[in-house]
C-alpha cells in the first residue's frame, strides 16, 4: 500500500516541498502590501509571532496526523476512527480546489509578466495592469500553462515529482531573491524603505491589523485545509517531524522577511506610496524596473517575475496534491490519470475567476456584500477559501487533535523519530497552543471574517474602537 502511494525519500526532501508550499504568491505578493497597509515593522513583528506561536503548532498537528495515517485529508480521519471528522477533510478538499482554481489565474499573470517582459511586449503604463488582466484570452493561455505544468510535476508522484521540482525550485528562488535584494539595495533611497520595513510603529496596530497578520501567517503557511496532513503522509516513521515543521517555519518567514528587503527598496527608489495594495506587485514595480533603462529593467524585471512564478508553483503543486491524494487513496484511482481529471476540472472551476478582472462585467462586480462591499468573482472565492475556510479547518485541526485525536496520541506521533521530545518544553507548548491558543485565535478569526465581512459587523472597531 505505502509504496503504492509513494513517498519522500529523505526529510529534506520533505522539507523543501513542504516550504515550498509555503513559499508562494502570500510571501511576495501579499506580504508585501499587507505590511504597506498595517504600518511597516510593527506588521512585521507580529507576523513572525503568529508564524511561531500559532501557526508552528497547528503545522505540527497537521503532519503528525498525515503520518500516522499515511492518507489524504479525507481518509485520515476515517483511519483515526473519526467517521464525522472526515467532514474536516472535504472541507481541505474544497479549500484546496476553490484556491487553487484563482490561485493559478494569479500564478498565469506573473508568469505572462515574466514573458512579456522578457520578450519586450510588455506595455508599461497606468493602464497595462488592467489590460492585461482583463485579456482572458491570453491569460487564460498562460493560465492553462501553469495548470499543466502543474499537473505534469504531480503526475510523476511524490519523490520524481514534487520532490525533485522542490529541491530544483527552491534553491533557485533563494538564489533569485537574494540576487534581487542585492541588486534593490544598490538604489537610491533603499535606506528609507528599509528604515520603514524594520522601524516599528507600534501606533499602528489596530484590531484590523492583528487580524490580518493571523489571517496571513495562517495562510502563508498552507494551514487550515490538509495540504501539510498530504505532506505529512509521505514523511518517513523514522524522521523528526517536530524539528521538521520548525524548518519549514523557518523557511517561510525567511523568505516572506527576504521578500520586504527586495520590494521597499524598489518602491521607495521612485518615492511610491507604500499602501499600494494588491497592485504594489504588478502595478508599481514595473514602473521601477522600467526606470532602470532598457537592459537592466529587462533583466531585473524578468527576474522578479520569475521568482514570483517560481514561488507560485511549488504552491499551486501541494494545491493540487491533496485532491489527487484524496482520488488516489479514497477512489482508486491511478495517480497520473487522477491528476489530470482534478486538474481539468479545477482549471473550469476557476474560469469565472479568470474572467472575473475586467473581462465580463457581471464576474467582475459580482457581488455586493454587507460588510466587505463590492467583491469580484475572484475577490468572493477568495474571501470565501482563503480568509473563511482556512481558519475553520484550522480550528477543526486543533480541536480535533487536543480533545478527539487526545494530547496522548499525538504525543505518541510526535515523538516518533524524536524520542528527546518527550516531556520537552516544546511538547508542552505544542500541546498547549493546540488546545487553547490555536482554537480560541482560529475560532476568532473565522467569527471576525464572517461579521466583517458578510453581516457588516465591524466588531473589531466595536472591540478595539
Ligand atoms: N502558502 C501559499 C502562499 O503563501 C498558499 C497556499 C495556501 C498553498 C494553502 C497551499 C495551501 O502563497
Redesign the pocket.
Given at each position: 500500500m505505502a509504496t503504492q502511494r509513494g513517498g519522500f525519500s529523505s526529510r529534506l526532501g520533505f522539507i523543501l516541498a513542504a516550504a515550498g508550499?509555503?513559499?508562494?504568491?502570500?510571501?511576495i505578493?501579499?506580504f508585501p502590501f499587507e505590511v504597506g497597509q498595517g504600518g511597516g515593522a510593527a506588521f512585521v513583528v507580529m507576523y513572525l509571532i503568529f508564524c511561531f506561536v500559532l501557526c508552528f503548532p497547528v503545522m505540527v498537528a497537521e503532519i503528525a496526523i498525515g503520518r500516522k495515517t499515511q492518507l489524504n485529508p479525507v481518509g485520515a480521519f476515517k483511519a483515526l476512527g473519526y467517521k464525522n471528522w472526515a467532514i474536516v477533510g472535504y472541507l481541505g478538499l474544497a479549500?484546496?480546489v476553490l484556491?487553487l482554481s484563482f490561485?493559478n489565474v494569479v500564478a498565469a499573470w506573473a508568469f505572462g509578466y515574466f514573458v512579456d517582459i522578457l520578450f519586450g511586449t510588455f506595455n508599461v503604463g497606468e493602464q497595462a495592469f488592467g489590460t492585461f488582466v482583463a485579456d482572458y484570452v491570453k491569460v487564460g493561455g498562460y493560465g492553462v500553462l501553469f495548470m499543466l505544468s502543474t499537473a505534469f510535476i504531480v503526475s510523476r508522484g511524490v519523490s520524481g515529482g514534487i520532490e525533485k521540482a522542490a529541491k530544483i525550485l527552491m534553491p533557485t528562488l533563494f538564489i533569485m531573491i537574494l540576487a534581487l535584494i542585492v541588486y534593490a539595495l544598490t538604489l537610491p533611497n533603499a535606506m528609507e524603505g528599509i528604515k520603514f520595513y524594520l522601524i516599528p510603529d507600534f501606533s499602528q496596530i489596530t484590531g484590523k491589523v492583528i487580524y490580518s497578520a493571523l489571517g496571513q501567517a495562517f495562510?502563508?503557511?498552507?494551514?487550515?485545509?490538509g495540504?501539510l496532513i498530504t505532506y505529512g503522509s509521505y514523511v518517513s516513521k523514522k524522521d523528526n517531524i517536530v524539528s521538521a515543521a520548525a524548518a519549514i517555519t523557518l523557511m517561510?518567514v525567511g523568505v516572506a522577511t527576504l521578500a520586504g528587503f527586495m520590494i521597499f527598496p524598489f518602491v521607495f527608489s521612485q518615492g511610491i506610496e507604500t499602501d499600494g495594495g494588491a497592485g504594489l506587485i504588478f502595478m508599481t514595480l514595473p514602473g521601477v524596473f522600467e526606470s532602470l533603462g532598457s537592459v537592466l529593467g529587462i533583466v531585473v524585471g524578468a527576474l522578479f517575475f520569475l521568482l514570483l512564478s517560481f514561488?507560485?508553483f511549488t504552491?499551486t503543486i501541494?494545491?493540487l496534491e491533496?485532491p489527487t491524494a484524496y482520488m488516489v487513496d479514497e477512489k482508486k484511482i491511478p495517480r497520473s490519470k487522477a491528476t489530470w481529471i482534478v486538474a481539468i476540472f479545477i482549471f473550469i472551476v476557476g474560469i469565472p475567476s479568470l474572467l472575473s478582472a475586467g473581462a465580463v462585467d457581471s464576474l467582475t462586480h459580482f457581488v455586493t456584500l454587507k460588510g466587505a462591499g463590492d467583491k469580484s468573482f475572484m475577490d468572493f472565492v477568495g474571501l470565501i477559501a482563503?480568509d473563511t475556510f482556512?481558519p475553520l479547518g484550522g480550528f477543526l485541526i486543533a480541536v480535533f487533535t487536543a480533545y478527539v485525536w487526545k494530547k496522548e496520541n499525538f504525543n505518541a506521533e510526535m515523538a516518533n523519530g524524536d524520542e528527546e521530545i518527550r516531556g520537552s518544553w516544546l511538547q508542552s507548548y505544542v500541546d498547549f497552543a493546540i488546545g487553547y491558543v490555536c482554537p480560541i485565535l482560529l475560532g476568532s478569526i473565522f467569527i471576525v471574517t464572517v461579521l466583517d465581512n458578510f453581516l457588516g459587523i465591524r466588531i473589531l472597531d466595536i472591540l478595539f474602537g
Amino acid at each position: 500500500m505505502a509504496t503504492q502511494r509513494g513517498g519522500f525519500s529523505s526529510r529534506l526532501g520533505f522539507i523543501l516541498a513542504a516550504a515550498g508550499s509555503a513559499v508562494g504568491l502570500g510571501n511576495i505578493w501579499k506580504f508585501p502590501f499587507e505590511v504597506g497597509q498595517g504600518g511597516g515593522a510593527a506588521f512585521v513583528v507580529m507576523y513572525l509571532i503568529f508564524c511561531f506561536v500559532l501557526c508552528f503548532p497547528v503545522m505540527v498537528a497537521e503532519i503528525a496526523i498525515g503520518r500516522k495515517t499515511q492518507l489524504n485529508p479525507v481518509g485520515a480521519f476515517k483511519a483515526l476512527g473519526y467517521k464525522n471528522w472526515a467532514i474536516v477533510g472535504y472541507l481541505g478538499l474544497a479549500s484546496g480546489v476553490l484556491i487553487l482554481s484563482f490561485y493559478n489565474v494569479v500564478a498565469a499573470w506573473a508568469f505572462g509578466y515574466f514573458v512579456d517582459i522578457l520578450f519586450g511586449t510588455f506595455n508599461v503604463g497606468e493602464q497595462a495592469f488592467g489590460t492585461f488582466v482583463a485579456d482572458y484570452v491570453k491569460v487564460g493561455g498562460y493560465g492553462v500553462l501553469f495548470m499543466l505544468s502543474t499537473a505534469f510535476i504531480v503526475s510523476r508522484g511524490v519523490s520524481g515529482g514534487i520532490e525533485k521540482a522542490a529541491k530544483i525550485l527552491m534553491p533557485t528562488l533563494f538564489i533569485m531573491i537574494l540576487a534581487l535584494i542585492v541588486y534593490a539595495l544598490t538604489l537610491p533611497n533603499a535606506m528609507e524603505g528599509i528604515k520603514f520595513y524594520l522601524i516599528p510603529d507600534f501606533s499602528q496596530i489596530t484590531g484590523k491589523v492583528i487580524y490580518s497578520a493571523l489571517g496571513q501567517a495562517f495562510f502563508s503557511l498552507s494551514l487550515g485545509m490538509g495540504a501539510l496532513i498530504t505532506y505529512g503522509s509521505y514523511v518517513s516513521k523514522k524522521d523528526n517531524i517536530v524539528s521538521a515543521a520548525a524548518a519549514i517555519t523557518l523557511m517561510d518567514v525567511g523568505v516572506a522577511t527576504l521578500a520586504g528587503f527586495m520590494i521597499f527598496p524598489f518602491v521607495f527608489s521612485q518615492g511610491i506610496e507604500t499602501d499600494g495594495g494588491a497592485g504594489l506587485i504588478f502595478m508599481t514595480l514595473p514602473g521601477v524596473f522600467e526606470s532602470l533603462g532598457s537592459v537592466l529593467g529587462i533583466v531585473v524585471g524578468a527576474l522578479f517575475f520569475l521568482l514570483l512564478s517560481f514561488a507560485a508553483f511549488t504552491s499551486t503543486i501541494s494545491l493540487l496534491e491533496v485532491p489527487t491524494a484524496y482520488m488516489v487513496d479514497e477512489k482508486k484511482i491511478p495517480r497520473s490519470k487522477a491528476t489530470w481529471i482534478v486538474a481539468i476540472f479545477i482549471f473550469i472551476v476557476g474560469i469565472p475567476s479568470l474572467l472575473s478582472a475586467g473581462a465580463v462585467d457581471s464576474l467582475t462586480h459580482f457581488v455586493t456584500l454587507k460588510g466587505a462591499g463590492d467583491k469580484s468573482f475572484m475577490d468572493f472565492v477568495g474571501l470565501i477559501a482563503s480568509d473563511t475556510f482556512l481558519p475553520l479547518g484550522g480550528f477543526l485541526i486543533a480541536v480535533f487533535t487536543a480533545y478527539v485525536w487526545k494530547k496522548e496520541n499525538f504525543n505518541a506521533e510526535m515523538a516518533n523519530g524524536d524520542e528527546e521530545i518527550r516531556g520537552s518544553w516544546l511538547q508542552s507548548y505544542v500541546d498547549f497552543a493546540i488546545g487553547y491558543v490555536c482554537p480560541i485565535l482560529l475560532g476568532s478569526i473565522f467569527i471576525v471574517t464572517v461579521l466583517d465581512n458578510f453581516l457588516g459587523i465591524r466588531i473589531l472597531d466595536i472591540l478595539f474602537g
